[in-house]
């Protein structure tokens, strides 16, 4: 065979090779043809801003609860009537991510946020039981504790003076985690310069950059920036300091005869403590043979930790600001959470619906999407295979159907009219197979933290302060949360 004709022969299979994905680029073109949406010059230009979220508030209005946008040859279809949420959410052969996820694939690796398929489902039902009511309830006294270190740390702030409190926030929201997840007590707010506390805001930082900048999403380019070198150290750390934990926590089951659950359930001590965090769940069902590997188990417990620090910090924030605000919801949730203290594991109705409220208007994620695998009937639009679906909670939430006066403060509509809201009206958390598997943990963290916040300071407006809602993986407010404190009398 000649040279010519080889070549010819490659060029052919490699043609070949590539003809299904450019048959089904061409009919995703197509159909975006049919759906309106803005011009990728109008992305470039609004991610410079950095005011995503205002720029798919207009595009809502202008288009309607559906349009499109292509990210360079991924499109991607926003869904916000609630309707066609339902048909999204429930759907159970719906449950692949979409590529925007495989960008922090570097920390979480195949874990239960970004896997698919056998993997995920086998994994969630595998953690399903850590997550548990009664098992929560265990953490409460962590969490407690975490909660006095916050409110004697705020102390030196409840003078009447404006300051920004996320930065406190979110040491917290750390401590929290890391001692449920992995049975770690670090402090992070007493030690905010501890080099795996930075590693973690590092990573946060980096990855969530990536995610919105032209450049840095092509590989090559990169290796090549000061972000990248950033990231490869802050995993080092990160990635170093789970395996520890597990070497550690599995040696502390070892030393404690613990071989399976029940043998747990009778033991008083897991490395001094009672209490199981997750790590040592995920270490039990691997001792009972139908556990995780240790790569996987690393990947569940970077999982949460980056699933519950940064959300939590998010709504707790937020809420602050609202309550702030609004001194005569303020002081129903004050009566409530004194009437309450010590009681926080069981309903607080107002503080609950308060939560929500902030939730509906700032939800720490504003949108999450998926990618589907078939061609995919949604109302009356059919979706091709390939496309990425996205459900706009942020859009969802302020329905005016639903949520009449959307941008209005208003924790009573979850008290009143509850039973009247489309099921769907309402995803902070997701909804279906794949909704947050932390909800519970994150409305108990919030209420103890709000709740004793509450009882220690009276929050006070910042006059003119209103925060600059970032679209970031997790909702930001880019200037901070902007407060002023007076302790209780
Ligand atoms: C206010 C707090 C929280 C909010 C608003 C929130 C919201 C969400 C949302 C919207 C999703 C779906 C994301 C998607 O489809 O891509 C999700 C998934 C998830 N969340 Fe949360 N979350 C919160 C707290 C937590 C906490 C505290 C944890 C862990 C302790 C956690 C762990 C996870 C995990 C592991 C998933 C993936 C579940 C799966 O795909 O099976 N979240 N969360």
Redesign the pocket.
């Known amino acids: 065979m000649s040279a010519l004709a080889l070549i010819a022969f490659a060029l052919w299979a490699l043609f070949m090779l590539y003809l299904p994905h450019i048959v089904e680029f061409l009919r995703i073109r197509r159909f975006a043809s049919t759906i309106p949406g803005p011009s990728i010059g109008e992305l470039i230009e609004n991610a410079k801003k950095g005011q995503i979220l205002a720029w798919l508030n207009s595009l809502y209005k202008k288009h309607g609860t559906v349009f499109r946008i292509w990210f360079g040859k991924d499109l991607t279809v926003f869904f916000s009537d609630p309707e066609d949420v339902k048909q999204i959410l429930s759907n159970n052969k719906l449950l692949k991510?979409s590529k925007s996820y495989e960008l922090i694939e570097v920390w979480l690796g195949k874990g239960?946020?970004t896997s698919s398929n056998e993997a995920?489902q086998r994994h969630?039902k595998l953690l399903t039981p850590a997550f548990h009511f009664r098992i929560l309830g265990e953490f409460k006294e962590p969490m407690e504790d975490n909660c006095q270190i916050l409110i004697s740390k705020l102390r030196e702030k409840a003078n009447g003076e404006q300051f920004d409190i996320y930065p406190y926030i979110t040491l917290f929201a750390l401590d929290a985690?890391l001692e449920t997840a992995m049975g770690l007590k670090k402090n992070a707010q007493m030690q905010s310069e501890s080099e795996y506390v930075k590693a973690v805001q590092t990573i946060c930082r980096v990855l969530y950059k990536r995610l919105f900048s032209f450049w840095h999403r092509f590989d090559l380019i990169y290796r090549f920036t000061d972000a990248y070198k950033e990231r490869i150290e802050a995993l080092k750390v990160l990635h170093g300091e789970t395996n520890r934990m597990i070497k550690l926590r599995r040696q502390m089951l070892q030393d404690t005869n613990i071989h399976n659950m029940a043998d747990a359930e009778k033991s008083d001590e897991v490395g001094g403590k009672r209490r199981l965090a997750f790590l040592d769940m995920l270490l039990i069902s691997q001792l009972e043979g139908g556990g995780l590997t240790d790569l996987e188990i690393r990947e569940e417990v970077d999982?949460?930790l980056f699933?519950?620090h940064d959300?939590?910090s998010s709504?707790m924030g937020f809420c602050i600001y609202l309550l702030s605000q609004h001194e005569d919801i303020q002081q129903r949730a004050y009566e409530e959470a004194v009437a309450m203290q010590g009681r926080e594991k069981e309903t607080m109705r107002y503080l609950e619906a308060v939560i929500k409220e902030t939730?509906r208007i700032y939800?720490?994620?504003p949108s999450?999407s998926r990618k589907t695998q078939e061609d995919l009937q949604i109302g009356n639009i059919t979706v091709p295979k390939g496309v990425a679906i996205s459900v706009l909670a942020y859009m969802v939430h302020r329905d005016e159907n639903n949520y009449p006066e959307p941008e209005k403060f208003n924790p009573d509509r979850f008290l009143d009219n509850d039973k009247e809201l489309h099921p769907f009206a309402f995803v902070?958390?997701?909804a279906g197979p794949?909704?947050?598997?932390?909800?519970k943990?994150?409305m108990l963290e919030l209420k103890l933290a709000l709740s004793s916040l509450l009882r220690s300071y009276e929050l006070l407006p910042v006059k003119g302060f209103v925060p600059n809602h970032l679209a970031e993986l997790v909702m930001k407010s880019g200037n901070g949360i902007q407060i002023r404190m007076r302790p209780r009398k």
């Open positions: 991510k239960l946020l995920w969630r985690i999982t949460f699933g519950g959300t939590t709504a939730l939800p720490s994620v999450y902070a958390f997701s794949r909704n947050c598997i932390g909800q943990f994150a």
